[in-house]
Nanobody, 121 residues
Framework: QVQLVESGGGLVQPGGSLRVSCVVS????????MGWYRQAPGKQRELVAD???????NYADSVKGRFTISRDNAKNTVYLQMNSLKPEDTATYYC???????????????WGQGAQVTVSS
């Protein structure tokens, strides 16, 4: 079994900062690309940022220059540092990872349970 556990969401004022983290545990052989998606009420889930095992990053245009994704491969953890937050960043943020597990040796996507981020004054 594989688990992705997110932490670090919360309420922040516009212009503020938050960092969300996602720790992967379980029967892991390797973790490839890791990413963060978000879903606001009434909207589709969208990619925020992702990062390859080697550290190549990709960002949605709406967060470029404000958010930074990083990972610690030794800790099986991915982070999303969010600065200059805006009300439109309010959403549930989901961690995603492409994982090869020891039992199947096949890669598939795994998702976290979501972390709520609310930007409001």
């Amino acid at each position: 079994q594989v688990q992705l556990v997110e932490s670090g969401g919360g309420l922040v004022q516009p212009g503020g900062s938050l960092r969300v983290s996602c720790v992967v545990s379980g029967m892991i052989f390797s973790i490839n690309t890791m990413g963060w998606y978000r879903q606001a009420p009434g909207k589709q889930r969208e990619l925020v940022a992702d990062i390859t095992r080697g550290g190549t990053t990709n960002y949605a245009d709406s967060v470029k220059g404000r958010f930074t994704i990083s990972r610690d491969n030794a800790k099986n953890t991915v982070y999303l540092q969010m600065n200059s937050l805006k009300p439109e960043d309010t959403a549930t943020y989901y961690c995603d990872a492409q994982i090869i597990t020891l039992d199947t040796m096949r890669m598939r996507d795994y998702w976290g349970q979501g972390a709520q981020v609310t930007v409001s004054s």
